[in-house]
């Protein structure tokens, strides 16, 4: 029905997160038929960060530099070390422009399912970041799942004795939510994090 360019297109997308097979022939049909001001300046966009961007051998973050620009800021501060499980982690902190610390990328989460011990997180680079005294506090922002949360305490007891306070996000009510909607956990989270008001 279609030519071996386009079919081939069409495996590529499916394989992105959030596309089966119906979306990617959807979006491959709407890249083919936008050509000029949307399929040409996409593969472009995608040649160049293939070319250019490479992963920051002191954080673990994206960027086309190394270190990269949050890595060579020094208007932030370094004594704060954020520990996320992902870029895309990361990518959400910044989002929020509240947190002027460093970072610091796992590259995943434990998991025994999955196969992902200890050794494939990157602790030792983490532990050698800290060893010139200057981090003062980690943060364990790793997400609130039974993967997430082990992670965070087996960071915490790998970091105990490092002289830096190991500090984890608060989890409980998002802003803007209704108690009604929200599951158990979070609800027993919320009571358990909470402060004066």
């Known amino acids: 029905m279609v030519g071996p360019e386009i079919e081939r297109l069409m495996q590529l997308l499916s394989r992105l997160p959030g596309l089966g097979p119906r979306s990617a022939r959807r979006v491959a049909l709407h890249l083919v038929e936008k050509r000029e001001t949307l399929l040409l300046p996409l593969t472009q966009a995608l040649a160049a960060v293939g070319e250019t961007v490479k992963t920051c051998s002191v954080c673990g973050n994206f960027d086309s530099r190394d270190p990269c620009s949050i890595c060579a800021d020094d208007k932030r501060d370094p004594t704060i070390l954020c520990v996320v499980e992902g870029v895309g982690s990361l990518w959400a902190m910044e989002r929020t422009g509240m947190f ?3 970072y610091h990328v796992l590259g995943g989460l434990l998991s025994a399912l999955d196969g992902i011990g200890p050794d494939d997180l990157g602790l030792p680079a983490l532990r050698g970041r800290l060893a010139d005294g200057v981090v003062r506090e980690v943060v364990l922002a790793t997400p609130a799942t039974v993967d997430g949360q082990t992670t965070a305490h087996y960071i915490a007891e790998y970091l105990a004795g490092s002289n830096v306070a190991v ?6 009510v998002p802003v803007g939510g209704e108690l009604d909607y929200l599951d158990d ?12 008001f």
């Open 185 to 196: 956990g979070t609800i027993g989270a919320a009571l358990r994090a909470r402060r004066s």
């Open 167 to 172: 500090t984890a996000l608060a989890h409980g």
């Open 100 to 102: 002027r610390g460093r």
